[in-house]
């Protein structure tokens, strides 16, 4: 790997959720330069982001929550290595997108994979993995972690002025770049804990006003009905038997597994609706 700086910059107002992600990340990051900087008084992540941006100098740029736990100790040779192909990264995101939630286009659209924390389990989400290792032609990545060439995320920055929350400044941020011709792509083989799940609520609902209002041209046409979307899900007992399971031939076989649920739902759904029209 040629030699790279690596900067994280971390919006977080807890203090030990701060210390446990800047751990993680100075484990990962041991060996090459790298910094990171924290942001406590944020008030939106785009305004504390486009902060971090300017006070940090590496060229590839981490966004990250404060809440996530990456458990590859190859971590930093696999993104370096990669942005030299991609412009940004992710762990989660989607081939098209539909409307303001990235996982609304629904299989195979959605891609990646996401371990979510629980007091007594871990579960494990499993969308479209393929092509193995990196999804290609990604137009929106979740912002639970946002990997970026510097001059990328220096062209593209964040919307603050009408993200000015904590809402849709990922699928703006991310949509935008696709939208001017950069090149995104999913992680799928870096296994990741996420201690929190999304909230959709009315302020998230204002903010996808918002979002449609600037992209809404360039939204694909929405799925077929589906019922409800959902990828394959496993539940494991600690991060060691997670681990054990992150592999590509276990994807294949969950991903191909959902994709069939979904599409038996769709059935069902398509014809629930002729039914109805007669």
Same mark, same amino acid.
């Given at each position: 790997? +040629?030699?790279?700086?690596? +900067? ?11 210390? =446990? ?5 100075? *484990?990962? !990051? ?9 942001? *406590?008084?944020?008030? +939106? !992540? ?7 941006? =300017?006070?940090? =100098? ?17 971590? %930093?040779? #696999?993104? %370096? ?6 412009? !940004? $990264? ?5 081939? #098209? ?5 990235? /996982?609304?286009?629904?299989?195979? /659209? ?13 579960? $494990?989400?499993? /969308? ?31 919307? @603050? ?42 302020? *998230?609902?204002?903010?996808? &006003? ?9 939204? +694909? ?6 019922? #409800? ?5 496993? $539940? ?5 038997? !997670?681990?054990?399971?992150? &592999?590509? @031939?276990?994807? =294949? &076989? ?12 769709? @059935? ?11």
């Amino acid at each position: 790997m +040629s030699e790279h700086f690596f +900067s994280v910059v971390i919006c977080s107002i807890e203090p030990l959720k701060f210390a =446990q992600a800047s751990a993680c990340y100075e *484990h990962l !990051l041991a060996g090459v330069p790298h910094e990171i900087v924290g942001i *406590h008084d944020a008030t +939106s !992540l785009a305004a504390g982001y486009n902060r971090g941006l =300017q006070l940090t =100098q590496g060229d590839i740029v981490i966004f990250s929550h404060d809440d996530i736990l990456i458990l590859d100790d190859d971590f %930093a040779g #696999k993104i %370096a290595r990669r942005l030299e192909t991609f412009d !940004l $990264l992710g762990f989660a995101g989607a081939r #098209k997108l539909v409307n303001a939630i990235w /996982w609304c286009a629904g299989l195979p /659209w959605i891609c990646g994979a996401i371990a979510h924390a629980h007091p007594r389990s871990l579960s $494990l989400s499993i /969308w479209n993995t393929e092509p193995w290792p990196v999804v290609d032609d990604i137009r929106a990545i979740d912002g639970l972690c946002i990997m970026a060439r510097r001059e990328v995320a220096e062209e593209i920055g964040f919307d @603050e002025s009408r993200f000015d929350g904590f809402h849709l400044y990922d699928l703006d941020f991310s949509f935008s770049a696709w939208r001017a011709g950069k090149k995104i792509g999913v992680c799928c083989d870096i296994p990741l804990i996420h201690t929190s799940l999304g909230q959709y609520d009315e302020q *998230h609902a204002e903010y996808g &006003r918002r979002f449609l209002e600037k992209h809404r041209d360039a939204l +694909s046409d929405p799925p077929a009905p589906v019922g #409800k979307i959902k990828g394959a899900h496993g $539940l494991f007992a600690d991060h060691r038997a !997670l681990i054990a399971e992150w &592999r590509q @031939e276990v994807f =294949q &076989r969950a991903a191909l597994k959902a994709r069939r649920v979904s599409e038996r739902a769709g @059935e069902r759904a398509n014809a629930t609706l002729k039914r109805a029209r007669r």
